[in-house]
Every structure is written in C-alpha cells, then in structure tokens.
C-alpha cells in the first residue's frame, strides 16, 4: 500500500479536519502551554543530529502507508483528542494504578497451570502492567504541563 498524497489532501479537506482542529482548541492550548513551531526547534535539530529524518526516508515505504492510515481516522480521533484535553490529568494517574493493579489482580488470580494461562498472564500483565499506564503516565504528564 503506497502512500497518495492527493488522497492523504482531498481526506483531509473533505472532513474539514483542519476546521474541527481550530474549533477544538487543539492548538491554542498547546500553544498556552508554550508548545510553538520554534519550541520545536531543538526537537528537530536532535533529530537531525541522529539522522532520525535519514532514517525515515529509508523506512518511508512502511511508514507513509502508516499516515495515510492516521489521516483517514483522524475525523474520528479528532473529537477524542478533545475529550481528553478536557479530562483532568489525576484522572489519567488513577487509571494508570488501577491498571496496575487490574495486572497485579490478574497475575495473583490466574493460575499457572497451563501454557494457555501463563500466555494470559503475560498478554494482558503486559498490557495492564505497563503498557497502559505507561500510556496514561505520560497522558497525564503531558495534561499537566498543557494545563
């Protein structure tokens, strides 16, 4: 699957995906929260000094197909992206140590008596245990500074 950038356009214009992005606010509170184009800067220089964007022209036949997909559902993810600016970040910490505790639950439950348990046990420990509370930890993080 290669990546159209006509299409990866006309996507974009017909779901007014830069419209919604203005009417949520996305930018103006990253831009609140001192998140500019020249805060970026030493972001994209460090890039360049590890040859970061070298490596994404060599990849770029599997990552292109990967925007092109992001595109598509952004109408969908752009509404939820504003729920979660609205949410508070301490809800994001609880769900983090709920899951956390979700995996500790699930690991002490579960017996170890077969292959297909112990897959369980490491799928979803995996998933419960760090994964998403990983993901809701910086979550909450990123809340915090944007708020």
């Given at each position: 699957?290669?990546?159209?950038?006509?299409?990866?356009?006309?996507?974009?214009?017909?779901?007014?995906?830069?419209?919604?992005?203005?009417?949520?606010?996305?930018?103006?509170?990253?831009?609140?929260?001192?998140?500019?184009?020249?805060?970026?800067?030493?972001?994209?220089?460090?890039?360049?000094?590890?040859?970061?964007?070298?490596?994404?022209?060599a990849s770029s036949d599997k990552v292109l197909p990967l925007i092109g997909k992001a595109i598509e559902l952004s109408p969908a993810l752009l509404p939820v992206a504003g729920t979660a600016l609205?949410?508070?970040?301490?809800?994001?910490?609880?769900?983090?140590?709920?899951?956390?505790?979700?995996?500790?639950?699930?690991?002490?439950?579960?017996?170890?008596?077969?292959?297909?348990?112990?897959?369980?046990?490491?799928?979803?420990?995996?998933?419960?245990?760090?994964?998403?509370?990983?993901?809701?930890?910086?979550?909450?993080?990123?809340?915090?500074?944007?708020?």
């Amino acid at each position: 699957m290669a990546f159209d950038f006509d299409q990866a356009v006309n996507t974009l214009s017909s779901n007014k995906i830069l419209t919604k992005t203005s009417q949520l606010g996305l930018l103006t509170r990253l831009e609140k929260a001192g998140f500019t184009l020249t805060s970026a800067a030493p972001l994209l220089k460090f890039a360049d000094e590890q040859d970061l964007i070298g490596v994404l022209e060599a990849s770029s036949d599997k990552v292109l197909p990967l925007i092109g997909k992001a595109i598509e559902l952004s109408p969908a993810l752009l509404p939820v992206a504003g729920t979660a600016l609205k949410t508070p970040p301490t809800v994001l910490y609880g769900g983090a140590a709920a899951s956390l505790a979700a995996a500790g639950a699930l690991i002490a439950v579960v017996p170890d008596d077969s292959v297909l348990n112990v897959a369980l046990q490491v799928s979803l420990g995996l998933t419960l245990g760090a994964i998403l509370p990983g993901a809701l930890g910086v979550g909450g993080f990123i809340l915090t500074k944007i708020k």
